[in-house]
């Protein structure tokens, strides 16, 4: 039995469906169906299978920081106090939780933890540090990296290396 993390092997169909749904989510199927060259119902198929497989976890809109309310972006590196399952598993059941933590990744090497944050203000952001210190999570130290500008952001996975089946 394959378990949701195993990887799927995806032919030319599934690729030609996923190249174009990254680059347009809002696609209809009747228009994904004709640009990969199936018929609607095998389209629709392949794409449900996709989401079953949990390949596609989504649609998302994409908004403009900018246009939104000038968000200030940290990108934080945090080292835990200690380096147990259970202390790795707490910080990580923790921050599910925390809209301010927009993504988290666990990193080898000198790190343990990087995180992406948002807040309004540099001073928000402060705050919002501070609570999270005193909030029992087990972090030692952090690392605050602030985002000056985007330069590359949401590129979608390049599907053009994976091997096909």
């Known amino acids: 039995m394959k378990s949701k993390l ?15 749904i990254q680059s347009d989510g809002r696609i209809s199927k009747s228009e994904l169906a004709k640009r990969v060259h199936l018929s609607a119902s095998a ?15 989504g649609f998302y809109a994409r908004l403009s920081p900018a ?6 972006f940290v990108m934080v590196e945090v ?15 923790a ?18 933890y990087l995180m992406r944050v948002s807040s309004p203000s540099m001073a928000a952001y402060q705050d919002f540090m501070e609570g999270l210190l005193q909030a029992g999570l087990g972090i030692d130290q952090y690392y605050s990296l602030v985002v000056t500008k985007p330069v590359k952001s949401n590129s979608p996975i390049p599907l053009s290396t994976l091997r096909q089946r």
């Open 6 to 20: 195993d990887p799927v092997r995806l032919d030319a169909w599934d690729v030609r469906i996923l190249s174009e």
């Open 43 to 57: 389209c629709s198929e392949r794409l449900r299978v996709l989401q079953v497989a949990g390949i596609i976890e």
């Open 67 to 72: 246009l939104v309310g000038g968000m200030v």
């Open 79 to 93: 080292v835990l106090d200690r380096h147990r399952l259970e202390d790795q598993r707490h910080f990580e059941t």
């Open 95 to 112: 921050i599910q939780e925390i809209p301010e933590i927009l993504d988290c990744w666990a990193i080898g090497g000198r790190i343990d």
